[in-house]
């Protein structure tokens, strides 16, 4: 390995070439240096200069190396996150140019919650496909944590999700808030309780439950509120992490009772598939925002996206303050 030695900020940039970035995005997946320089069409001597190059350019060590492969060190770590997030700005660059080529408005890359994705996105689509009907929209709908990953390393252009409250994340963020969802008790139509006007813990607890997992947040909410109201768990429970289908047909046709976002049990409760029982578990994850990355400029496709979003909330009237 290089000499290593404190870095100079001002030479720096004069020292980095991109298949370096290309080889650190690969190396951080494969954790082999021969499969990673495949990647970056490097020979492998190569690979090893390159990343030594590196080293010495930083003044850190960036891997660890075993027989086990490569594992990044907490500063090879920060590194491939910067690395990656300029490979993105680069296709994104790239996606924007040929966007304006063809004539079209763009490209934006949304990452959304279910409850987010459920609703207000599709309108907020609508609203901007309306005005520039060639925008292209790419859509993914995952958990919290990697959607704000996503995000920080470029892959991600907007994401919609729940208020980030970790410092560390959420430094790198502008958030805007769009509404507050609560979680409300659902049931079949048909449910003993589906017309209850008023309903306590003991009305519930021995009717079958689908819960969040044990692994995620809302579970030790919904935990609390049992044990504090009742005393006890109930015991036919299946946790859930699967998917909304899953999680209705055990309702509808199974009998089971569900703590389900207002926004989401609404739109099932205007079609009749179940019904909103008089329970709330409050809003213990607090209110859904729309999040950009904080050191990124927008281009028009973003831009227009979030505009409509903002336009879709002051319009409609949902949960929280906003309207539908």
């Not at 289908?245 to 309702?251: D, E, G, K, P, V």
């Amino acid at each position: 390995m290089s000499t290593i030695f404190t870095p100079d900020s001002v030479t720096l940039p004069f020292r980095l070439k991109f298949r370096q970035m290309v080889l650190l995005d690969a190396l951080a997946d494969s954790q082999s240096l021969r499969k990673a320089a495949l990647v970056a069409n490097l020979t492998q001597p190569a690979a090893t200069r390159a990343i030594s190059e590196l080293e010495s350019a930083f003044g850190v060590q960036l891997f660890e190396r075993s027989h086990r492969g490569m594992a990044p060190t907490v500063f090879g770590e920060a590194l491939i996150r910067h690395a990656r997030q300029l490979l993105f700005d680069v296709q994104r660059a790239h996606d924007e140019i040929q966007a304006l080529r063809s004539g079209s408005h763009g490209f934006v890359r949304v990452g959304a919650l279910l409850s987010s994705a459920f609703k207000l996105l599709p309108m907020a689509i609508g609203e901007v496909k309306r005005q520039y009907p060639r925008l292209r929209v790419s859509i993914d709908q995952l958990p919290q944590p990697p959607l704000v990953a996503k995000l920080r390393e470029g892959s991600l252009d907007v994401i919609l999700c729940r208020l980030v409250t970790d410092a560390g994340a959420a430094e790198h963020l502008v958030q805007t808030p769009l509404f507050d969802d609560d979680f409300v008790l659902v049931a079949a139509r048909n449910h003993r309780l589906a017309r209850a006007k008023s309903l306590t813990m003991a009305d519930v607890i021995d009717s079958p439950w689908v819960l969040p997992h044990s692994s995620g947040v809302l579970y030790n909410h919904v935990q609390a509120l049992f044990l504090t109201q009742i005393g006890r768990l109930p015991v036919d429970v299946v946790e859930s992490t699967t998917s909304l289908a899953t999680n209705l047909m055990l309702i509808e046709h199974y009998g089971y009772l569900n703590f389900m976002q207002r926004t989401v049990a609404q739109s099932y409760a205007e079609r009749g598939a179940l019904r909103i029982l008089p329970m709330s578990l409050g809003s213990p994850l607090g209110p859904h925002v729309v999040a950009v990355r904080k050191d990124s400029s927008h281009p028009p496709a973003t831009v227009a996206l979030l505009n409509a979003l903002q336009k879709i909330v002051q319009q409609q009237t949902m949960p929280g303050g906003i309207k539908e």
